[in-house]
C-alpha cells in the first residue's frame, strides 16, 4: 500500500484526475488509484477507509460527482486525513457535489478543494504539503514547485507586454 489513495467514485471519474496523478507523480510521491463508490460499493469503502491507517497510508483523496458523499463515507471510517474533490457532472455541473463534499457535519472533517479538474490537481498539492510536514526533502520540492509557479505568471506578464508594445 503507497502513502496516497486516491479514490474515484467510477471509472468516469478518471480524466478529471488526471492533474492529480501528474502532479503526485512530478513529486514522486507514491499513490494507489482505486475505484470505490459510496453508495454502490458502500462495504468496499468502509473497508479500504477502515484498514488504511495501518496499511500504511498518510492520506486519502476522494473525488466524486452528484450526490458525492465519497469523501464523507470514507472519512467516517478513519482518522486519517481525508481531501475531497467535488466533480462537475450534469446537471447541476458541479454545485451538487460541492455542498455534498464539503457540508459534512461536526465531527467528521472533510478538506474540501476546488470544483473540477483543478481541484484534482490542489487535492494532490494539499496530500503533499501534509507528506511533507515530516518530510523535509518533500518540503524543498513544494518550495521549488512555488518559486517556478511564480516565475512562470512573471514570464507570461513580460512576454505578453512585449508583444503589446506596453
Ligand atoms: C458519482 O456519480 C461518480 O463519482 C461520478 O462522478 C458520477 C457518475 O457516475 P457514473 O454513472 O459515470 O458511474 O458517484
Redesign the pocket.
Known amino acids: 500500500m503507497k502513502t496516497v489513495i486516491v479514490i474515484?467514485?467510477?471509472?468516469?471519474?478518471l480524466h478529471d484526475m488526471q492533474g492529480s496523478f501528474d502532479t503526485l507523480d512530478c513529486f514522486g510521491v507514491s499513490y494507489d488509484v482505486r475505484i470505490i463508490?459510496?453508495?454502490?460499493t458502500p462495504d468496499a469503502a468502509a473497508d479500504l477507509a477502515g484498514k488504511a491507517a495501518e496499511n500504511g497510508v498518510k492520506v486519502l483523496i476522494c473525488?466524486?460527482?452528484?450526490?458525492?458523499h465519497?469523501a464523507g463515507a470514507i472519512a467516517a471510517h478513519t482518522v486519517l486525513p481525508v481531501i475531497g474533490v467535488p466533480?462537475a457532472?450534469p446537471p447541476f455541473n458541479g454545485f451538487d457535489?460541492l455542498l455534498s463534499t464539503v457540508q459534512m457535519p461536526p465531527g467528521i472533517p472533510v478538506a474540501a478543494v476546488t470544483a473540477g479538474p483543478a481541484g484534482g490537481k490542489n487535492a494532490a498539492l494539499l496530500a503533499i504539503e501534509i507528506l511533507a510536514l515530516s518530510d523535509p526533502a518533500l518540503a524543498r520540492k513544494l518550495l521549488d514547485f512555488r518559486k517556478a509557479q511564480t516565475e512562470k505568471i512573471l514570464t507570461d506578464d513580460s512576454d505578453q507586454r512585449r508583444e503589446r508594445g506596453n
Open positions: 474515484l467514485g467510477s471509472k468516469s471519474d463508490s459510496a453508495h454502490r473525488a466524486a460527482g452528484m450526490a458525492a465519497l466533480l457532472a457535489s
